[in-house]
């Protein structure tokens, strides 16, 4: 397995960023601070490639990287840092680090340098197909064709899971019925488009924590639905 640890205090851009290197077929390590990266490392030396925020309360991503190089010279390690100024990029070289993003990053690019660090650090085993999507409280696992929330299984027909698996593929991406009508029941199925509704209230019931405000599959009037806001 190859193991990425990321490093970074807002939650909402770290989870982007594990959601995004999970359907890479990578897996994750998540720290908050500087203090859990270092820890993380050491409980994990399978860890080839660090992401690491720069601003953090406490100990920045400066020092976890200085701290790391001392520990590690083979992981490989790349700067996310929200600034531009060239300043950050000499210090985080000077540092140690490999390569850096700068925020707001996309999901291509971030798996790009992620992959390109692994080719560098020799740590490119075969590329593994990921057989789970986390998205918290839910949990995909796409061998097993099973959803868990929260860590409970929750029982889903077959396009149940198919519009889920959609869903959670495409995380914040507007699907129009056509769209999720096309790829859970074929492009060659004639039926109505309202199937795709029917079956949407049904998984709401099954999943959200209130089926009449949900929050996990969202409207998007006139048009179709959404995962998450
Ligand atoms: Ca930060």
């Known amino acids: 397995m190859r193991k990425v640890l990321v490093l970074e205090d807002e939650e909402n851009i770290r989870s982007f960023v594990v959601i995004n290197l999970k359907r890479a077929g990578y897996q994750t390590v998540e720290a908050g601070t500087g203090e859990e990266a270092l820890a993380a490392v050491k409980d994990n030396p399978d860890i080839k490639v660090a992401l690491l925020d720069i601003m953090l309360p406490g100990m920045d991503g400066f020092e976890v990287c200085r701290r790391l190089r001392a520990m590690d010279n083979k992981i490989g390690i ?61 949990l995909l696992n796409t061998r097993n064709r099973t959803l868990e929330k929260n860590g409970q299984r929750v029982k889903l027909t077959q396009v149940e899971y198919s519009i889920v698996k959609l ?21 060659d199925y004639f039926g109505e488009l309202k199937i795709v509704d029917v079956n949407i209230r049904r998984l709401r019931i099954k999943i959200e924590d209130n089926a ?16 998450g806001s």
Do not use: C, H
Request: aromatic content about 12%.
């Open 167 to 187: 869903f959670m593929e495409n995380p914040g991406k507007a699907l129009s019925r056509e769209e999720i009508l096309d790829t859970v029941w074929g492009k």
């Open 212 to 227: 009449q405000k949900p929050t996990f599959v969202n409207t998007v009037w006139g048009y179709g639905y959404k995962w």
């Open 78 to 138: 790349i700067m996310l840092t929200a600034r531009t100024q060239e300043m950050d990029k000499v210090t985080g070289l000077m540092t140690g680090a490999d390569d850096y993003v700068t925020k707001p990053f996309s999901p291509a690019e971030l798996t790009a340098r992620v992959d390109a660090l692994f080719r560098r650090t020799g740590g490119d085993e075969a590329p593994v197909s990921p057989d789970e999507i986390s998205d918290p409280p839910f």
